[in-house]
C-alpha cells in the first residue's frame, strides 16, 4: 500500500482538486450548480491525475530518466518497490475509471465532452509514454496548462451548466499557471539528470536562468490573473482574495531565485503545490 501511495505522488494531487473547485464555483456564479456534475469531475481529475503519475513513475524508469542520481522523493517503480507492469496496470485502472464515469457526462452533453476525455486520457499516457513523449521534447508545461488548467476548469463549469463560460476561461488562466509552475520547478530540480537520460524537457532545453524566470512570470501572471477579470467585468468586488496568498508567492519568488541547493528547491517544490491549491480555494471563494 505504502509503494502504491508513493507511485500516486499525493503532493501532486492539488493539481486535480484546484481546477475542479475553481470550476464549480464559476456554475455556481453562473447560478447552475449540479452536484453530480461537481463529484463527477472531481472524481475524473483525480483518477486522470493519478493515472498520469502512475504512467509517468514507470515509463521514466523504462526510458532511463528516474536513476539512483535524482535529487527528488524516491519513485516505486525506480525503487523495486513495484513493476513497471504493475504501475502501468494501476494507470490504465484509473483511466478506466475516469472513462467510466465520463460516459454519463458523455450521455448528458455528448460529443464536446468525449473529446475533452480523449485527449486528457490520451495526453496523460503520451507526457512520458508513447513513439514522441509530451515531457521529454519540452511540451510539458504546455500540456499542464491547457489540460490542468483550461480543461479541467472549463469542463468542470460545462459538465454542470451544459455551456462554456466566459468566467471559466478566464479564470483557467491563473489556475493553469500556478499548476505549471509546479512543472517548472520540478524539470529545474532535475535539470542535469534529465539531461543526463536524454530527457529534453524545457527547462533543459532554455536552461536554469531562464527557467528561474519562468517560474517567477507563472507566479506574477497569476497575481494579475483576479485584476483582469475584475477589468472585464467578470467579478464582484471580492476579486482580491487570493492576493491572500501573495505572502507564499514573494516567498516562493525569492528562494527559485536565489537558491540553488537542491533540499531548498524540493521545500519549495511542496510549498508551490500547496500554492496552487490555496490560490484555487481563494479564486474559487472569490467568484462565489
Given at each position: 500500500?505504502?509503494?502504491?501511495?508513493?507511485?500516486?505522488?499525493?503532493?501532486?494531487?492539488?493539481?486535480?482538486?484546484?481546477?475542479?473547485?475553481?470550476?464549480?464555483?464559476?456554475?455556481?456564479?453562473?447560478?447552475?450548480?449540479?452536484?453530480?456534475?461537481?463529484?463527477?469531475?472531481?472524481?475524473?481529475?483525480?483518477?486522470?491525475?493519478?493515472?498520469?503519475?502512475?504512467?509517468?513513475?514507470?515509463?521514466?524508469?523504462?526510458?532511463?530518466?528516474?536513476?539512483?542520481?535524482?535529487?527528488?522523493?524516491?519513485?516505486?517503480?525506480?525503487?523495486?518497490?513495484?513493476?513497471?507492469?504493475?504501475?502501468?496496470?494501476?494507470?490504465?485502472?484509473?483511466?478506466?475509471?475516469?472513462?467510466?464515469?465520463?460516459?454519463?457526462?458523455?450521455a448528458r452533453y455528448g460529443w464536446p465532452v468525449l473529446v475533452a476525455g480523449l485527449l486528457s486520457i490520451a495526453s496523460g499516457l503520451a507526457y512520458t509514454g508513447g513513439p514522441w513523449p509530451l515531457g521529454y521534447h519540452g511540451l510539458g508545461e504546455l500540456f499542464v496548462f491547457?489540460?490542468?488548467?483550461?480543461?479541467?476548469?472549463?469542463?468542470?463549469?460545462?459538465?454542470?451548466?451544459?455551456?462554456?463560460?466566459?468566467?471559466?476561461?478566464?479564470?483557467?488562466?491563473p489556475v493553469g499557471l500556478t499548476c505549471s509552475a509546479i512543472l517548472v520547478l520540478n524539470n529545474l530540480r532535475d535539470i542535469d539528470t534529465d539531461r543526463a537520460a536524454g530527457k529534453r524537457t524545457l527547462a533543459v532545453r532554455i536552461g536554469a536562468p531562464a527557467t528561474r524566470?519562468?517560474?517567477?512570470?507563472?507566479?506574477?501572471?497569476?497575481?494579475?490573473?483576479?485584476?483582469?477579470?475584475?477589468?472585464?467585468?467578470?467579478?464582484?468586488?471580492?476579486?482580491?482574495?487570493?492576493?491572500?496568498?501573495?505572502?507564499?508567492?514573494?516567498?516562493?519568488?525569492?528562494?527559485?531565485?536565489?537558491?540553488?541547493?537542491?533540499?531548498?528547491?524540493?521545500?519549495?517544490?511542496?510549498?508551490?503545490?500547496?500554492?496552487?491549491?490555496?490560490?484555487?480555494?481563494?479564486?474559487?471563494?472569490?467568484?462565489?
Open positions: 500500500m505504502n509503494a502504491w501511495i508513493l507511485a500516486a505522488r499525493l503532493p501532486t494531487l492539488p493539481a486535480a482538486v484546484a481546477p475542479v473547485l475553481v470550476g464549480t464555483a464559476a456554475a455556481v456564479h453562473e447560478g447552475r450548480f449540479h452536484l453530480l456534475g461537481a463529484l463527477g469531475a472531481l472524481v475524473i481529475s483525480l483518477a486522470i491525475q493519478i493515472g498520469t503519475n502512475f504512467s509517468n513513475d514507470a515509463f521514466d524508469f523504462l526510458r532511463g530518466a528516474d536513476t539512483t542520481r535524482r535529487l527528488g522523493p524516491p519513485r516505486a517503480t525506480q525503487k523495486g518497490l513495484l513493476s513497471a507492469k504493475a504501475v502501468l496496470m494501476g494507470a490504465s485502472l484509473c483511466y478506466g475509471l475516469a472513462a467510466l464515469v465520463g460516459f454519463y457526462f458523455v491547457v489540460f490542468f488548467g483550461v480543461v479541467a476548469v472549463v469542463g468542470t463549469t460545462y459538465v454542470q451548466t451544459g455551456a462554456i463560460s466566459t468566467l471559466a476561461l478566464a479564470a483557467s488562466v524566470v519562468l517560474y517567477e512570470v507563472c507566479l506574477v501572471l497569476a497575481v494579475v490573473g483576479p485584476a483582469a477579470m475584475r477589468l472585464a467585468g467578470l467579478t464582484g468586488r471580492w476579486f482580491w482574495l487570493p492576493w491572500l496568498a501573495l505572502p507564499e508567492v514573494l516567498y516562493l519568488g525569492h528562494i527559485v531565485w536565489w537558491r540553488r541547493d537542491a533540499p531548498a528547491l524540493i521545500a519549495g517544490l511542496k510549498r508551490t503545490a500547496r500554492l496552487h491549491l490555496v490560490y484555487g480555494i481563494l479564486l474559487a471563494a472569490s467568484l462565489l
